[in-house]
């Protein structure tokens, strides 16, 4: 919520002239100064956001047993799928190379 409050706060306070000292500005400038502590101001939510996860405890986060049991047996479904369809494809293969040979 702050990632986009944070630049929208700092450009609606330039364009209606709510910070000290930015009536004196140019256009231009005032373009230019706006943006630039927007996209700042993003970057330190982006930061504080980063600083608060590496703050977290990592050992507070377990998976959960049926996830990774239901995970393995998804990707050992899906290898053994393509196994099967790497030896089938091998022995089309096969068959019809020994077809070739007969007719020659």
Request: hydrophobic share 45%; charged share 15%; no cysteine.
């Amino acid at each position: 919520m702050f990632m986009w409050m944070a630049p929208v706060a700092i450009l609606y306070a330039f364009n209606h002239n709510l910070l000290p000292g930015s009536a004196n500005l140019s256009p231009y400038s005032m373009t230019l100064v706006s943006g630039f502590l927007a996209v700042i101001s993003v970057n330190v939510v982006i930061a504080f956001y980063i600083y608060m996860a590496m703050k977290e405890p990592s050992e507070k986060h377990e998976p959960d047993p049926a996830f990774l049991a239901e995970a393995k047996a998804s990707v050992n479904q899906s290898t053994s799928q393509a196994e099967a369809s790497v030896s089938q494809s091998t022995s089309q293969a096969e068959d019809s190379s020994h077809s070739l040979k007969k007719k020659e």
